[in-house]
Structure formats: structure tokens, C-alpha cells
Nanobody
Framework: QVQVVETGGGSVRAGGSLRLSCAVS????????MDWYRQAPGKERELVAA???????VYSDSVKGRFIIARDNAKNTGDLQMNRLTPEDTGTYYC?????????????WGPGTQVTVSS
């Protein structure tokens, strides 16, 4: 069994920063990719930032230059550093991991962490 947990959400004023963390636990797995999504009220879930095992980083246009995704493959953790936050960044943030386990690829989601940015 693989579990994914996000931490670090909270409330912040516009212009502030937050750092989200994603921890993956379980046994005998390898993380191939770790991505961050967010879902604002009344909107669909959208990809915010993505990282592959070999270090490729991709960002949505709305967060490019403000957010930084990082991973620690040895610790099976990852972070999303969010800077210069705006009210439009408000939403529930989810960590999604692409796992290789026992020869199979699977996708796992965390329960999400709430980020609220006030103006």
C-alpha cells in the first residue's frame, strides 16, 4: 500500500508565500513523477507543477516564475514553494505521484491541503 499526504496549507495574504510538502510512504516502490494540482471552488482540478524522476520541471502559465517544485527522491518527499501568492491561487492543492511498484505503474493522490489567499 502506498500513501500520499500533503502538508503546509494555510491562510496567507496576497503577496505572501507558502510551502507545501508531499510525503509518500509504503514499501517497495519508486516514484516516477510527482505533480501538484489544485482545485478552486466551482472549478476543475488543474495541473500546477510537475516533475519527473530525471529532473524535468513543468509549470502552468499561471504560476510560472512564482512557484517552484522540488523533490527528494531519497526521502520520497517533495515540496511546492509558492511565492507572490494571489487570491486566484486559492484552492485545495493535491499531490499526485506516479509510482512503479512490483512492475506496475499506478497513480496515487493525497487528500489535499487547503490554501487560502486573501486580498
Amino acid at each position: 500500500q502506498v500513501q500520499v499526504v500533503e502538508t503546509g496549507g494555510g491562510s496567507v495574504r496576497a503577496g505572501g508565500s507558502l510551502r507545501l510538502s508531499c510525503a509518500v510512504s509504503g514499501s517497495r516502490f519508486e516514484i516516477k513523477a510527482m505533480d501538484w494540482y489544485r482545485q478552486a471552488p466551482g472549478k476543475e482540478r488543474e495541473l500546477v507543477a510537475a516533475s519527473t524522476f530525471d529532473g524535468i520541471r513543468v509549470y502552468s502559465d499561471s504560476v510560472k516564475g512564482r512557484f517552484i517544485i522540488a523533490r527528494d527522491n531519497a526521502k520520497n518527499t517533495g515540496d511546492l514553494q509558492m511565492n507572490r501568492l494571489t487570491p486566484e491561487d486559492t484552492g485545495t492543492y493535491y499531490c499526485n505521484v506516479d509510482i512503479l511498484r512490483f512492475g506496475r505503474r499506478s497513480s496515487y493522490w493525497g487528500p489535499g491541503t487547503q490554501v487560502t489567499v486573501s486580498s
